[in-house]
């Protein structure tokens, strides 16, 4: 086995891989950018090696300086994670060359696997169903639209070096394929160095279902059972979880076998994932290979009790793999929720920023147990626009998938986060959605159950504004449990004391543009609090403070009944976690707001998160009509177009394409109603 291993990766993987490595008792050594020099990941290993600037070009994807630093550090093995370079054919043949392993499989696996059309072809032969398509190398636009045309709308463009979504349009009609295809292009070349692309017959309503193999350089090869992965957004999956849903033994071993059946086509060996796409009949083509360990490989871990990493650095080292297919066994119903800084009302638009607080669920076991959580950040540590914005992952194992899903939805509930958006409320109501509990699932659940799992943001409700003012009561020292007799001397209290035994406090919230209004009083040991316009109640509360007393856990309860919340304190800003949902309410100070300009910046359109400027479609004096596509941005290997708000005329356009923005610059200033 080996006595040093590099980690050529990051963020919750990284710390993942370190974690095995160490009770294995490897020497781990990380790399890490500028962006990430107090990063978890360069905690959690012996050493670390500065790569170079945040940009993954000129750091992660660096692998002559990952190699150079493997040498200098004196590592055996290079595990390359997921992502970056993991299925670089040519770092592996370079890593080889210099001799260190790569814990993965052979070079040419993953050249065979890297073009989806070259791996459609091997398919094809291997006797492992395809969907119809177009595969080939001829790459020229009219040439593919005519494919594209004979194949039948709706078609999938899919980038041919391509995975996690990126460089992926669906085209539903001849006239928007160019433009379709020009982005693909744009966002295959910028993720993975390939223009290239395929086209394929779009399904409808499929699920996306993948097999889990397992080699070794002894000639074995295994599966260890299927994932689900249809919940997904922007082709990107949100939800994982395994055994799939109405999987039958005979399916499950055609699939499995079928994923075998690819893997010895391109002699792989170590982890990989066969991915299908799965008609509602039951009929099965194959995608794509992935040559590398997954996000979503936990679930597979929960049940079966097993250490993919492990197996990867024992089979890495030419051990035979662990079990034999006949040793394997299901083990109840897990499911992963990846939990994301992104913003689902705004088409989930990754959020970028500092974490200022961070709660998530206790890690309670590895495999078999009900919850873990796989996290690669820590509270103060900040999203860049540099690498994908997951927080952590979450997994929970249950007895069977209802269980599981009670069990994710409590773990949600405990996540708190403050500093930027998240995806935690959409992914709660996901949980409790009647389509995925009861296993209606495919690759446009999501867009299909929209109204409820993306319903219009409401005020908050009178008790998340009592939670919010029991709270700052608290703050203020009020911390004694409601209904306390109050001590006639004032020298034994710091909560409000008054000669006759009564307190008042007019309390104003600002939600966004909406101003609300909370009294509270007491007399004696008697509490009322009135909300808006409601008449005031009797109400008790109390308050325990966490940590450094920035976070609370609220409970009141009035004659509405008893509410149980947390509120996270950032400046005067609360941000309530109550029912799933978060509202964040500032205390109004109307002095402050004095001469302050609200006025609007009529059409202007703003950057939504920092990114880099990569197409601009308009030219100052251009008429422009409402939704119509101004310029597209580059953030987290993902474009992102702004279009027009509404009818109007091009005033001025501040960047030029190849310019780095910051998020809220204005990008085009555009005079309304003039088109």
């Known amino acids: 086995m080996f006595s040093t291993l590099l980690i050529a990766n990051r963020g919750e993987i990284a710390c993942r891989i370190a974690a095995t490595a160490r009770r294995m008792g490897i020497r781990t050594v990380a790399v890490y950018s500028d962006a990430d020099a107090h990063a978890a990941h360069v905690a959690a290993c012996d050493t670390a090696v500065r790569l170079g600037p945040a940009e993954p070009r000129a750091s992660y994807l660096r692998s002559d300086l990952i190699l150079e630093a493997a040498r200098n550090a004196g590592a055996q093995a290079i595990h390359p994670g997921y992502g970056f370079l993991s299925e670089n054919a040519a770092f592996a043949q370079a890593a080889a060359a210099a ?15 890297g073009s989806k059309s070259a791996a459609k072809q091997l398919m094809e032969k291997a006797g492992v169903p395809l969907v119809p398509g177009y595969h080939g190398e001829n790459q020229d636009a009219e040439f593919l639209r005519r494919q594209a045309d004979a194949i039948g709308y709706p078609v999938l463009i899919k980038a041919s070096a391509g995975g996690g979504g990126k460089g992926m349009r669906i085209v539903h009609e001849g006239a928007a394929f160019a433009d379709a295809l020009a982005s693909c292009r744009r966002e295959a070349a910028a993720s993975f160095g390939d223009d290239r692309v395929l086209i394929e017959r779009y399904l409808q309503k499929p699920r996306h279902i993948e097999i889990q193999v397992f080699a070794d350089s002894h000639g074995q090869c295994i599966y260890l059972f299927e994932r689900d992965c249809s919940v997904q957004r922007r082709h990107q999956k949100v939800i994982e979880e395994a055994p799939a849903p109405g999987m039958t033994a005979a399916r499950r071993q055609a699939m499995g076998e079928a994923a075998v059946a690819a893997a010895r086509a391109v002699g792989y060996v170590g982890a990989g994932t066969v991915e299908f796409i799965v008609e509602p009949d039951g009929r099965f ?4 290979m992935n040559t590398r360990l997954q996000v979503e490989h936990p679930v597979t871990e929960m049940i079966t009790g097993l250490d993919l990493v492990e197996w990867q650095l024992r089979v890495a080292a030419g051990e035979p793999l662990p079990a034999r297919q006949q040793d394997l066994r299901l083990h109840g119903h897990a499911i992963e929720a990846r939990l994301y800084a992104e913003n689902p009302d705004t088409g989930f638009l990754p959020s970028t920023g500092t974490l200022r607080h961070l709660d998530l669920p206790p890690h309670i076991a590895f495999a078999n147990g009900p919850v873990r959580v796989d996290g690669g950040v820590r509270a103060g540590d900040t999203i860049t626009p540099y690498y994908d914005p997951m927080i952590a992952k979450l997994i ?20 708190r986060v ?7 409320a959409f992914l709660g109501r996901l949980m409790r959605d009647e389509a995925f509990a009861s296993a209606d699932l495919d690759t446009g659940l999501i867009e299909r159950r929209r109204s409820g799992l993306l319903p219009p943001s409401r005020p908050a409700t009178p008790a998340v504004l009592a939670v919010a003012s029991a709270a700052l ?32 406090r007019a309390i104003a919230w600002r939600e966004g543009d909406a101003l609300r209004h909370v009294r509270v009083a007491r007399d004696g040991g008697a509490w009322t609090i009135g909300v808006d316009e409601r008449t005031a109640a009797p109400a008790r509360w109390d308050a325990t403070p966490r940590g450094a007393g920035a976070a609370w856990d609220i409970a009141v309860k009035t004659e509405d009944g008893e509410m149980r919340g947390v509120v996270v304190w950032d400046g005067d800003d609360a941000h309530v976690f109550l029912d799933g949902d978060v509202h964040v309410l500032r205390l109004d100070d109307p002095l402050a707001r004095a001469g302050h300009d609200h006025g609007e910046h009529g059409g202007d359109m703003t950057a939504p998160m920092p990114g880099k400027i990569i197409s601009i479609g308009v030219r100052a004096g251009d008429a422009v009509s409402k939704g119509q596509a101004l310029l597209v941005m580059e953030a987290m290997k993902m474009e992102h177009t702004i279009a027009a708000a509404s009818d109007g005329t091009v005033r001025e356009i501040f960047f030029s394409v190849g310019d780095q923005v910051p998020e809220g610059a204005v990008l085009i200033a555009l005079d309304q109603g003039q088109a």
Do not use: C
């Not at 001799?99 to 065979?112: E, H, L, S, T």
């Not at 403050?418 to 935690?424: A, E, I, M, R, S």
């Open 418 to 424: 403050v500093g930027l958006h998240t995806n935690t």
């Open 285 to 288: 083509y194959f995608m794509e």
């Open 396 to 415: 929970v194992h249950g007895k069977d998938r209802d269980e599981a899903r009670a069990r994710m939805a409590q773990a949600l509930g405990q996540v």
């Open 473 to 504: 009561l608290a703050r203020d020292g009020m911390t004694a449990a409601a209904g306390a007799e109050v001590s006639s001397d004032p020298w034994d209290v710091r909560d409000g004391w008054r000669v006759d035994g009564r307190y008042e």
């Open 99 to 113: 001799g260190v392993v790569f814990v993965g499989p052979p070079a040419d696996a993953i050249a065979a696997m």
